[in-house]
């Protein structure tokens, strides 16, 4: 049983265009929310991560977007780049170790 | 700054043969844990968690079973490999439950 919904499985954006990955998530002692980002080969890196008192966050072209109420969040990854080309993981936890994970999205930025 | 190492980076092993994967972690003491591993195109499932030298919990029942000798030392094992455990096989490690978890660059294990 997943407990995080990510969508799309994968996406195709034009160099200088928008990402927008999607996850829901239904266990509402979930608390903090981050995104991984994976190159092929390679173990996930820690991207950004955003806990419920926010509605938005803001790293340099990336941006997770927070909806309590509806138990979602996404990631939007502006002015994307070739070298963004990567998979994409949400995850979710309550207040103790257990992440759950997104199946991911593989983001493909065409130049 | 932290520094977490895998070891191999790709295992080819036959069916039946034992297994040992081995992760540590530089720059921190008394680190939280993790194994998880990667099926092709899937998420991440978390199969055991450390809080402590000795002290291992099993989050699914498998083939596998953890150890940590060390404090920065967690060793994944299998006295016999099945088809099914081929995967990508992450080491992760974290501050406390409730802190960010980082990865390490994984291990590729083929069963064949």
């Known amino acids: 049983q997943q407990q995080v919904k990510q969508s799309p499985q994968s996406l195709i954006v034009q160099k200088g265009g928008i990402s927008i990955i999607n996850c829901a998530y239904e266990n509402t002692a979930f608390d903090y929310f981050p995104w991984y980002q994976q190159f092929p080969g390679k173990g996930p890196a820690l991207l950004i991560a955003i806990r419920p008192d926010v509605s938005e966050k803001k790293e340099g072209r990336f941006t997770i977007s927070f909806n309590k109420s509806a138990k979602q969040f996404s990631l939007h990854i502006m002015d994307s780049q070739p070298g963004d080309s990567a998979t994409y993981f949400c995850?979710?936890?309550?207040?103790?170790?257990?992440?759950?994970f997104g199946a991911g999205t593989t983001v493909t930025v065409r130049a | 700054s932290q520094t977490i190492h895998q070891w191999p980076a790709t295992l080819v092993q036959p069916v039946g043969s034992p297994l040992s994967l081995e992760c540590t972690v530089e720059g921190t003491s008394n680190p939280n844990l993790y194994w998880y591993r990667q099926a092709a195109g899937r998420g991440l499932q978390l199969l055991f968690y450390?809080?402590?030298?000795?002290?291992i919990s099993s989050e699914v029942p498998q083939n596998l079973s953890a150890s940590r000798p060390q404090d920065r030392q967690f060793i994944l094992s299998s006295k016999k490999l099945l088809l099914s455990d081929s995967g990508f096989y992450l080491c992760?490690?974290?501050?406390?439950?409730?802190?960010?978890?980082?990865f390490g660059p994984g291990t590729r294990l083929t069963v064949t």
């Open positions: 992760a490690w974290s501050r406390g439950a409730n802190y960010e978890q980082y």
């Open positions: 450390s809080v402590g030298i000795g002290q």
């Open positions: 995850a979710a936890r309550p207040n103790d170790y257990k992440l759950s």
